[in-house]
């Protein structure tokens, strides 16, 4: 069966995709190799962190203008970026506030997550960190360090876990198992200093049971507590991920894992139909390419230092062939390198019923500006857009 929308990958922005164009009414189909980068990002949404001379950004919607204008939200507009944020958040004051990082640094996010630890949050108090023991993917003492010289007072208290799980993942898992919360949080009560004020934890305390844990911990401790990010994995993007899948589901897309697209037919300006690799053929009116960068498999080096996109053969930006003689130059150049498309995210050289989104684009450093939520969020928005638009001129022509 003929679906109005293909999504090719399960990034954040193919999720914000097929978000908003299923309250627009239209089938949407999820072709995916595998789950997206959310698992592995780090804890908040970070909009535009800084700017293009590294300078912290206070206001991101004020600092695009300074991007190279080929930049993704340079094309798509500030007030795209605007009108998407407002959407997806329902926030429209336009600043960042400083997390919390896993080393103790200051990182700006555009929003905060539930319970995610801000310097606001520490600010002028006492605070500890729990660090579990035998929990390798999260460092206490290296965050309390940080924060100590940076003049906070943050102490470290080691405490035993729910289990003896040392991974995130599974540390999460356990605490949505905990069975007696109450008691668990009562044993760490007792082993607090009477003037600490406010609790950080690792950002492990429960995946789906993840409110309960936390309202019960704030319940029996008796005060604030917050958690800090962590090394890879991250359970706060594997929440959101699951999250925003399991609504798409509940509303009936279609979304398929361990699908690799080898193959596309096309009638020469439109693509018509993508085949996977075990030859089952998928035909849509509108395609999104959401495969992300190098990393998730959207976009491959060959031995030469070039760059391809994978799903489709779109043609690649890249501003010199990658060499592991200029490692600096050759990494910024990888980030730059993706697919340039026009203001509504259709490729400059390709299908015109396709659109890029997210980490598959060009002119962007994701690492560097601290802005890889903002522009997956925004650029899915408008590709969801643009296939709106494009999909109304079908039926009325």
Not at 116 to 140: E, L, M, W, Y
Request: aromatic share 8%; proline share 4%; net charge negative.
């Amino acid at each position: 069966m003929k679906t109005d929308v293909i999504i090719i990958g399960a990034e954040l922005d193919g999720l914000i995709a097929a978000t908003r164009l299923v309250e627009y009414g239209y089938t949407v189909r999820i072709l995916a190799v595998g789950a997206g980068s959310l698992h592995y990002s780090s804890a908040g949404e970070h909009v535009l962190g800084f700017d293009s001379s590294e300078q912290m950004v206070k206001n991101p919607f004020e600092a695009i203008e300074s991007l190279n204008s080929h930049h993704p939200y340079r094309r798509i507009g500030t007030s795209n970026v605007r009108l998407a944020l407002e959407w997806f958040y329902k926030k429209n004051d336009g600043s960042n506030i400083l997390s919390v990082s896993p080393a103790g640094l200051g990182i700006p996010v555009y929003r905060a997550l539930p319970w995610q630890a801000t310097f606001d949050d520490i600010k002028n108090k006492n605070a500890t960190i729990v660090q579990f023991r035998n929990h390798g993917d999260f460092t206490a003492h290296l965050a309390s360090n940080e924060l100590n010289r940076a003049g906070y007072k943050v102490s470290v208290l080691e405490f035993e876990a729910p289990d003896v799980f040392s991974k995130n993942a599974a540390l999460a898992k356990s605490f949505d198992r905990l069975e007696d919360p109450a008691s668990f949080f009562l044993g760490l009560k007792e082993s607090l200093s009477d003037e600490t004020e406010v609790l950080l934890f690792a950002a492990v305390m429960g995946f789906k049971d993840h409110q309960r844990i936390m309202n019960e911990a704030e319940k029996i401790i008796g005060i604030p507590c917050r958690e800090v990010s962590t090394l890879p994995p991250s359970i706060p993007g594997m929440r959101l991920d699951d999250d925003l899948t399991s609504n798409l589901k509940q509303q009936k897309v279609s979304i398929h894992s361990g699908v690799k697209i080898i193959e596309h037919r096309s009638n020469g300006s439109h693509c018509i139909a993508v085949t996977d690799d075990i030859g089952r053929s998928y035909e849509a009116s509108i395609f999104i390419v959401s495969t992300g960068g190098v990393l998730m498999g959207g976009l491959d080096i060959d031995s030469h230092g070039n760059v391809h996109e994978t799903s489709l053969g779109l043609e690649v930006y890249q501003s010199e062939p990658l060499s592991a003689v200029s490692v600096d130059t050759s990494l910024h150049a990888l980030h730059m390198a993706g697919v340039e498309t026009d203001n509504e995210l259709r490729p400059l050289k390709g299908y015109r019923n396709v659109c890029v989104t997210g980490r598959s684009l060009s002119h962007w450093n994701p690492a560097q500006e601290s802005s890889c939520e903002g522009v997956c969020i925004s650029t899915g928005w408008v590709a969801a857009e643009t296939a709106h638009n494009q999909l109304m001129g079908m039926k009325n022509g």
